[in-house]
């Protein structure tokens, strides 16, 4: 701090509290009852009061999502999404799925391997080893099956162009 005789002191910084994570169940909005409402109508969503608790639970099961609507203790209707004490649910749900079927850079089951295939069944991410290769007719194009559960792989788009044709973009 500078004084107007120009003496100054050095003060401390404050401290910054440590970042709470974003899907913690305490806090004011873990104090209220909370309604929620599904868009889809073969939900299974009943329009019931729940705890923050139960919601996370609801969103970690897939039965509440980020496009359903919620509304806090009679208050006004508004996408799941536009509550920032719903959204740390949905990045542990993310994470979740990592965890689960693994990602870009792993395999679900070999965690070492990248893979190239995902498959949009059992949305697990597949590495060579994983799939079956089992084209429509003998010689034909080839056509990567699942290993659990036989459903054709989508192949991934890999990286950047940059990276898939080396050369490409050589300075002369």
């Not at 004084?3 to 970042?19: D, F, I, N, S, V």
């Not at 639970?57 to 919620?70: N, Q």
Request: overall charge neutral; some cysteine; glycine content about 8%.
């Amino acid at each position: 701090m500078v004084y107007p005789g120009g003496h100054t002191q050095l003060l401390e910084a404050p401290a910054r509290p440590a970042a709470a994570p974003s899907a913690e169940l305490t806090g004011p909005a873990a104090q209220f009852q909370w309604e929620v409402r599904s868009q889809k109508p073969e939900s299974a969503i009943t329009t019931a009061t729940h705890t923050l608790a139960e919601l996370r639970e609801m969103i970690l099961t897939e039965t509440l999502f980020e496009g359903d609507y919620a509304r806090v203790e009679g208050g006004d209707w508004l996408p799941v999404r536009a509550y920032p004490a719903l959204m740390g649910f949905f990045a542990e749900l993310v994470e979740l799925h990592r965890q689960r079927h693994g990602d870009e850079e792993h395999c679900a089951e070999h965690r070492d391997r990248e893979p190239g295939w995902r498959c949009p069944r059992c949305k697990n991410y597949l590495c060579r080893d994983c799939v079956k290769n089992q084209p429509l007719i003998e010689g034909g194009a080839p056509r990567h099956l699942c290993a659990v559960c036989g459903t054709e792989a989508q192949p991934l788009k890999k990286g950047p162009l940059r990276k898939m044709v080396p050369g490409l973009f050589k300075k002369s």
